[in-house]
């Protein structure tokens, strides 16, 4: 899979679940997450290339808004490599009220942790270095 997004993910240190607006039915929990999309864990296949809408609920760090409401798209989705019962899920935001897009990013800077680099020499002083 070639990679086509503009910015880095971030793994997602903090359990925020996502469910579908109309129904409140969970789709998954954030994994990784950027500016523009977001990687679900959830406990069913979705196909690539679905819209969803979705509401994520907001804590009272993030937002006065109790949740949020916003459209995305599924990209591609994949067996977990590490659980076999969890399919990771890539999805791209399609619509998103600019207010709201304020406000995922603010959750993309307080609970997206960077990813440690591929390829990347170990940090000085660890036993690996030596």
């Known amino acids: 899979m070639s990679e086509k997004r503009s910015e880095n993910r971030r793994d997602f240190s903090y359990y925020m679940q996502l469910t ?13 997450i950027s500016s523009g999309g977001f990687k679900l864990d959830c406990d069913k296949p979705i196909p690539a290339d679905q ?21 995305a798209r599924s990209k591609w989705c994949h067996a977990d490599p590490i659980d076999p019962f969890v399919f990771n899920v890539g999805f791209h935001i399609v619509d998103i009220h600019p207010g709201d897009l304020d406000i995922f990013i603010r959750v ?8 440690p680099k591929r390829n990347a020499p170990p940090p000085r002083g660890s036993s690996r270095s030596r």
């Open 20 to 32: 579908d607006a109309a129904t409140q039915t969970p789709v998954g929990h954030l994994a990784d």
């Open 108 to 115: 993309v800077q307080l609970y997206g942790k960077n990813k």
């Open 51 to 71: 819209n969803f809408s979705l509401r994520l609920n907001l804590t009272k760090d993030i937002s006065d808004k109790q949740f949020m409401v916003f459209q």
